[in-house]
């Protein structure tokens, strides 16, 4: 048996009491994963810091799979991805660096689901603390299910059956929707290279709302990022739903901003969880890795109704 300590009252709980550095018994695992139903973010903390309890703490979720940006993965371990910002590394950058309201950072990403871009989307990650940043680093998480209990019922009438679509964006500052006033920063390349800015992807159709599996509870399923728009609408008339809708479901009384220490390792439900980096001042370093855990909810497709859902394409973790 473990204990469980809420981290609100509206999201997220930390598990107390769960060896990690051993195999899990199978009731235990049952228990992780109600819990993880339940809260939707999970915090394990005090567990000695290795790859391998992290592997161990993922297989409780599902199947792992490796991020396509191959650039960022374990060279010893495919499934674990680096999440490092070092201030002395020149090398060429694949994330963009901002000034964001006021302050720079190196490594903020607005509020988004991973894999909104794509029909097939992660069922979640298991990110772990390996140095935490001395200032600033948080990860935001909020969760869409109560977002969408705080609709009225008039909203929650109006967007049933809608769609939405989205579109590969990888500049911070292109997006609309939940993000705050954002300057590029100049990038430094080395003579003769240039910096990544982004994949292509077919546009992608995704439920604005859905339905989790276990429980029956509602979920508002929109990402502020990737240029979302609802299918079938006006763009003025799409572009003030969303706003209303995004008012909601960022609702800063209903955000958990987690303050990482080492060796903390969190483990988020993608389907109904959105999540975003504050990111850290240029000068200060911040090391985590991150698996993820391979999923379908089977209801995004590709706009273009020729391309099969389940083709082989490049993928890439957000």
């Known amino acids: 048996m473990f204990q469980k300590r809420l981290l609100t009252p509206h999201l997220g709980a930390e598990i107390i009491g769960v060896d990690l550095t051993q195999e899990v018994d199978e009731a235990t695992k049952e228990d992780i994963l109600t819990a993880w139903i339940e809260h939707g973010v999970l915090l394990f903390r005090g567990t000695p810091g290795s790859d391998e309890n992290h592997m161990r703490l993922s297989r409780i979720f599902g199947e792992m799979e490796a991020a396509a940006t191959k650039i960022m993965n374990s060279e010893d371990n495919p499934f674990l991805m680096n999440l490092r910002h070092d201030p002395h590394n020149e090398d060429i950058r694949i994330n963009q660096h901002y000034n964001v309201d006021g302050q720079d950072r190196a490594g903020y990403i607005g509020w988004h689901w991973d894999q909104a871009f794509m029909p097939t989307i992660v069922r979640g990650a298991v990110l772990r603390m390996i140095e935490p940043a ?17 609709l009225p019922q008039a909203l929650r009438e109006r967007i049933e059956g809608l769609e939405v679509t989205y579109r590969f964006c990888g500049k911070m500052d292109d997006n609309t929707y939940g993000i705050g006033k954002l300057v590029p920063l100049p990038r430094k390349t080395k003579a003769g290279e240039s910096a990544k800015t982004g994949f292509d992807f077919p546009p992608v159709v995704h439920p604005m709302v859905i339905t989790q599996q276990e429980t029956g509870r509602k979920v508002l399923k929109l990402c502020p990022m990737h240029f979302p728009k609802v299918l079938d609408m006006e763009a003025e008339e799409s572009d003030a739903l969303l706003t209303e809708l995004t008012g909601y479901l960022l609702d800063p009384t209903y955000a958990y901003f987690h303050k990482w220490q080492r060796d903390d390792m969190i483990v988020w439900d993608n389907w109904r969880v959105c999540h975003m980096a504050t990111g850290v001042p240029l000068d200060t370093p911040r090391y985590a890795r991150r698996t993820t855990i391979m999923g379908d909810y089977k209801v995004g497709r590709y706009l273009d109704p020729t391309l099969d ?4 394409v490049a993928r890439i973790v957000d």
């Open 309 to 312: 859902r389940n083709r082989e």
């Open 134 to 150: 001395s200032e600033a680093g948080e990860t935001g998480f909020v969760d869409a299910i109560g977002a969408y209990d705080r």
